[in-house]
Protein backbone atom coordinates (compact mmCIF):
# COMPACT_ATOMS: atom_id res chain seq x y z
CA UNK A 1 0.00 0.00 0.00
CA UNK A 2 0.99 3.21 -0.95
CA UNK A 3 1.06 6.51 0.87
CA UNK A 4 2.60 8.45 -1.44
CA UNK A 5 0.37 10.26 -4.26
CA UNK A 6 1.40 7.81 -7.36
CA UNK A 7 0.87 9.34 -11.04
CA UNK A 8 -2.08 7.47 -11.54
CA UNK A 9 -3.44 8.88 -8.39
CA UNK A 10 -2.84 12.75 -9.54
CA UNK A 11 -4.17 11.80 -12.83
CA UNK A 12 -7.42 11.33 -11.16
CA UNK A 13 -7.26 13.60 -8.60
CA UNK A 14 -6.71 16.45 -11.49
CA UNK A 15 -9.92 14.85 -13.13
CA UNK A 16 -11.88 15.55 -10.21
CA UNK A 17 -10.53 18.98 -10.09
CA UNK A 18 -10.90 19.91 -13.71
CA UNK A 19 -14.10 21.75 -13.09
CA UNK A 20 -12.16 24.29 -11.11
CA UNK A 21 -9.23 24.74 -13.11
CA UNK A 22 -7.51 27.92 -13.60
CA UNK A 23 -9.59 29.89 -16.50
CA UNK A 24 -12.97 27.70 -15.84
CA UNK A 25 -14.13 23.79 -16.40
CA UNK A 26 -10.69 22.16 -18.48
CA UNK A 27 -13.40 19.85 -19.82
CA UNK A 28 -15.15 22.43 -21.82
CA UNK A 29 -13.11 23.86 -24.32
CA UNK A 30 -10.85 22.03 -26.23
CA UNK A 31 -7.61 24.56 -25.86
CA UNK A 32 -8.29 24.49 -21.97
CA UNK A 33 -8.30 20.59 -21.97
CA UNK A 34 -5.01 20.42 -24.11
CA UNK A 35 -3.37 22.98 -21.78
CA UNK A 36 -4.58 20.43 -18.71
CA UNK A 37 -3.24 17.48 -20.38
CA UNK A 38 0.44 19.17 -21.29
CA UNK A 39 0.09 19.89 -17.21
CA UNK A 40 -0.40 16.13 -16.41
CA UNK A 41 2.07 15.17 -19.02
CA UNK A 42 0.11 13.77 -21.56
CA UNK A 43 0.81 13.80 -25.02
CA UNK A 44 -2.35 14.83 -27.24
CA UNK A 45 -0.98 16.93 -30.22
CA UNK A 46 -2.01 13.94 -32.55
CA UNK A 47 -5.53 13.53 -31.24
CA UNK A 48 -8.62 15.52 -32.33
CA UNK A 49 -9.69 16.89 -29.13
CA UNK A 50 -13.71 17.23 -30.06
CA UNK A 51 -17.10 17.72 -28.20
CA UNK A 52 -16.97 13.49 -28.04
CA UNK A 53 -13.94 13.12 -25.87
CA UNK A 54 -14.99 16.15 -24.04
CA UNK A 55 -18.34 14.71 -23.11
CA UNK A 56 -16.75 11.47 -22.47
CA UNK A 57 -14.30 13.30 -20.30
CA UNK A 58 -17.02 14.97 -18.37
CA UNK A 59 -18.93 12.19 -18.04
CA UNK A 60 -16.04 10.16 -16.95
CA UNK A 61 -15.21 12.60 -13.99
CA UNK A 62 -18.91 12.74 -12.69
CA UNK A 63 -19.04 9.01 -12.57
CA UNK A 64 -15.69 8.92 -10.86
CA UNK A 65 -16.98 11.94 -8.56
CA UNK A 66 -19.78 9.66 -7.67
CA UNK A 67 -18.15 6.53 -7.08
CA UNK A 68 -15.82 8.43 -4.55
CA UNK A 69 -17.83 10.37 -2.57
CA UNK A 70 -20.67 8.21 -2.44
CA UNK A 71 -20.58 4.65 -4.24
CA UNK A 72 -23.38 2.45 -4.67
CA UNK A 73 -23.85 -0.26 -7.39
CA UNK A 74 -25.35 2.24 -9.97
CA UNK A 75 -22.23 4.77 -9.71
CA UNK A 76 -20.70 1.10 -9.98
CA UNK A 77 -22.12 -0.02 -13.20
CA UNK A 78 -21.68 3.53 -14.42
CA UNK A 79 -18.06 3.25 -14.37
CA UNK A 80 -18.20 -0.11 -15.81
CA UNK A 81 -20.03 1.26 -18.93
CA UNK A 82 -17.57 3.57 -19.44
CA UNK A 83 -14.13 1.88 -19.14
CA UNK A 84 -15.92 -0.07 -21.26
CA UNK A 85 -14.97 2.52 -24.39
CA UNK A 86 -11.16 2.37 -22.88
CA UNK A 87 -10.77 -1.10 -24.15
CA UNK A 88 -8.72 -2.56 -21.89
CA UNK A 89 -6.18 -5.06 -23.05
CA UNK A 90 -3.07 -6.94 -22.35
CA UNK A 91 0.04 -6.05 -24.51
CA UNK A 92 3.03 -8.46 -23.81
CA UNK A 93 6.47 -6.86 -24.76
CA UNK A 94 8.99 -9.28 -26.45
CA UNK A 95 10.76 -10.59 -23.24
CA UNK A 96 6.91 -11.96 -22.21
CA UNK A 97 5.83 -9.38 -19.42
CA UNK A 98 2.46 -8.41 -19.99
CA UNK A 99 1.32 -4.85 -18.85
CA UNK A 100 -2.35 -3.70 -18.90
CA UNK A 101 -2.74 -0.98 -21.89
CA UNK A 102 -6.17 0.51 -24.02
CA UNK A 103 -6.95 -0.49 -27.45
CA UNK A 104 -8.67 2.62 -27.95
CA UNK A 105 -7.69 4.86 -31.22
CA UNK A 106 -7.85 8.31 -31.10
CA UNK A 107 -9.52 10.85 -29.25
CA UNK A 108 -10.87 7.68 -27.17
CA UNK A 109 -7.43 6.97 -26.12
CA UNK A 110 -6.84 10.07 -24.23
CA UNK A 111 -9.84 9.27 -22.02
CA UNK A 112 -8.52 5.45 -21.59
CA UNK A 113 -5.69 7.19 -20.60
CA UNK A 114 -7.64 8.23 -17.09
CA UNK A 115 -9.52 4.52 -16.92
CA UNK A 116 -6.12 3.22 -16.53
CA UNK A 117 -4.74 5.74 -14.18
CA UNK A 118 -7.71 4.49 -12.30
CA UNK A 119 -7.03 0.37 -12.67
CA UNK A 120 -3.43 1.24 -11.65
CA UNK A 121 -4.27 3.20 -8.56
CA UNK A 122 -6.73 0.67 -7.65
CA UNK A 123 -3.72 -2.04 -7.58
CA UNK A 124 -0.83 0.32 -5.84
CA UNK A 125 -3.90 1.21 -3.03
CA UNK A 126 -4.01 4.93 -4.48
CA UNK A 127 -7.75 4.94 -5.24
CA UNK A 128 -8.92 4.75 -1.74
CA UNK A 129 -7.23 7.44 -0.39
CA UNK A 130 -8.48 9.84 -3.10
CA UNK A 131 -11.21 11.82 -1.02
CA UNK A 132 -13.89 14.51 -2.12
CA UNK A 133 -12.63 17.66 0.41
CA UNK A 134 -15.55 17.75 3.50
CA UNK A 135 -16.60 21.28 3.06
CA UNK A 136 -19.72 21.81 1.14
CA UNK A 137 -19.12 24.92 -0.77
CA UNK A 138 -15.20 23.15 -1.58
CA UNK A 139 -15.78 19.80 -3.33
CA UNK A 140 -12.14 19.49 -4.42
CA UNK A 141 -10.96 16.25 -4.67
CA UNK A 142 -7.02 15.45 -3.04
CA UNK A 143 -4.81 12.57 -2.00
CA UNK A 144 -5.15 11.46 1.60
CA UNK A 145 -1.56 10.23 2.78
CA UNK A 146 -2.27 10.63 6.72
CA UNK A 147 -1.42 7.14 7.76
CA UNK A 148 -4.84 7.02 9.70
CA UNK A 149 -6.28 8.05 6.50
CA UNK A 150 -8.32 10.58 8.17
CA UNK A 151 -7.88 13.47 6.11
CA UNK A 152 -10.96 15.65 6.33
CA UNK A 153 -9.83 18.70 4.02
CA UNK A 154 -8.27 19.72 0.87
CA UNK A 155 -6.52 22.03 2.86
CA UNK A 156 -6.11 22.83 6.65
CA UNK A 157 -4.81 26.40 6.00
CA UNK A 158 -8.52 27.23 3.95
CA UNK A 159 -11.03 24.68 4.44
CA UNK A 160 -9.90 22.64 7.44
CA UNK A 161 -9.53 25.99 9.28
CA UNK A 162 -13.18 27.64 8.32
CA UNK A 163 -14.59 24.22 9.13
CA UNK A 164 -12.54 23.98 12.96
CA UNK A 165 -13.56 27.68 13.49
CA UNK A 166 -17.24 27.14 12.46
CA UNK A 167 -17.55 24.10 14.61
CA UNK A 168 -16.09 26.04 17.80
CA UNK A 169 -18.48 28.39 16.88
CA UNK A 170 -21.07 26.01 16.81
CA UNK A 171 -20.02 24.43 19.97
CA UNK A 172 -19.90 28.23 21.76
CA UNK A 173 -23.31 28.72 20.60
CA UNK A 174 -24.71 25.32 21.82
CA UNK A 175 -22.93 26.12 25.50
CA UNK A 176 -24.64 29.52 25.61
CA UNK A 177 -27.83 27.95 24.40
CA UNK A 178 -27.40 25.87 26.95
CA UNK A 179 -26.51 28.31 29.95
CA UNK A 180 -30.16 30.47 29.24
CA UNK A 181 -32.40 26.72 29.57
CA UNK A 182 -30.70 26.47 32.95
CA UNK A 183 -31.16 30.27 33.84
CA UNK A 184 -34.83 29.82 33.22
CA UNK A 185 -35.44 26.65 34.55
CA UNK A 186 -33.50 27.93 37.75
ZN1 LIG B 1 -11.70 22.14 0.50
Known sequence: MISRESES??????????????????LLDPDRFRAFC??????QAECK?????????????????????????????A?????AKAQLILRVDDKGMPMLASAAIGSASIAALFVLAIAASSRDGGWSRIRICDAPECNKAFF??????????????????R?????H??????????????????
Do not use: F, H, Y
Open 144 to 161: DSTRSRTRRWCSMSTCGN
Open 9 to 26: ASRIVALLNSESAAGGDA
Open 79 to 83: LENIS
Open 49 to 77: VDETLLAMMRELRAVVTKCIEEPSSKSAK
Open 169 to 186: RQRQGQRQGEGKVQKKGG
Open 163 to 167: AKVSE
Open 38 to 43: SALEID
